[in-house]
């Protein structure tokens, strides 16, 4: 075989195992337009057919994904896309009640998206394409301050069901997903320093930063004696750390007072 027939051979497969790729189940798109937009439940559609005024309509996709439209009674919307239906609406009404319909069936308003959590404010919100996470969190108030801002996932539905996967800020929502912000990790610090209590962990935090944190030592703090209570295993251990020393979620430092 020549050079020029592998090559030809090569760029045959190459094309092939695209279109393999971008045909493949499960395979999603990073944005989502409205030629792949699916319908359901709590969309509102906008169908409108040349001519025929009647035959314009608003409609809400009920519970079981059904609008009401003229002359056809309940239409099955769900799972359709917009293009899906303005064709699936050209056939039926060419059946014998419209000579030629033109059709066009757009989406007016789409179903709602969700944010729960560590946001200012939690709820359901209209959906809008292309959203991203971090747009999503914004029309949510934002992260309130107890919010870990790289723990956040979505609750989806997939194939029937329920799936939670860990996202990042720029990932793509989906209609009816729920966006959970968690709560950030704590630790605590107590004893001899200036602003003892509760606070928001970080990786990699050392007992010098927290303590950093917490506005220093108070001037009766034995530094040298300054220790860390774990759980490790079930049970609490006490510590001795020196400054250097990697603190971690739940750890409570505590800082002694000196005898003298």
């Known amino acids: 075989m020549s050079i020029r027939d592998l090559r030809r051979k090569w760029c ?16 999603a798109s990073p944005t989502t337009s409205h030629q792949s937009y699916r319908l359901g439940p709590n ?5 409108q057919v040349y001519g025929e005024e009647d035959l314009t ?20 919307v769900a799972g359709k896309t917009s293009q899906e239906l303005q064709e699936y609406l050209t ?4 059946g ?22 560590e946001v200012k404010t939690p709820g359901g919100y209209p959906y ?25 996932s979505i609750l989806r539905l997939v194939n029937g069901k329920e799936q939670i996967f860990p996202v990042k800020v720029d990932s793509v929502v989906l209609p009816d997903d729920t966006i959970v912000v968690a709560e950030g990790k704590r630790f605590y610090v107590n004893g001899e320093v200036k602003s003892p209590g ?19 030592f108070t001037d009766k703090a034995a530094v040298g004696r300054t ?31 000196s005898f003298f």
């Open 12 to 27: 045959s497969l190459s094309l092939f195992l695209v279109c393999l790729l971008m045909s493949a189940p499960g395979v």
């Open 43 to 47: 969309d509102v559609v906008r169908v």
């Open 57 to 76: 309509v608003e409609s809400k996709v009920d519970g079981d994904g059904n609008i009401n439209f003229p002359l056809l009674g309940m239409v099955s």
């Open 91 to 94: 056939t039926r009404l060419a």
């Open 96 to 117: 014998g009640y419209v000579r030629e319909p033109r059709v066009t069936a757009s989406i007016f308003k789409y179903r709602n998206f969700y944010v729960s959590g």
């Open 128 to 152: 809008e394409e292309g959203l991203s996470v971090q747009k999503a969190v914004t029309i949510a108030g934002g992260m309130t301050d107890k919010a870990e801002k790289h723990d956040i």
């Open 198 to 216: 509760r606070y928001l962990y970080e990786k990699g935090m050392t007992v010098h930063k927290a303590i950093t944190m917490v506005g220093g």
């Open 227 to 257: 220790k860390i209570l774990r759980i490790v295993n079930g049970e609490e251990q006490s510590l001795r750390v020196n400054l250097d020393a990697i603190v971690l979620p739940e750890d409570i430092v505590v800082v002694p007072r």
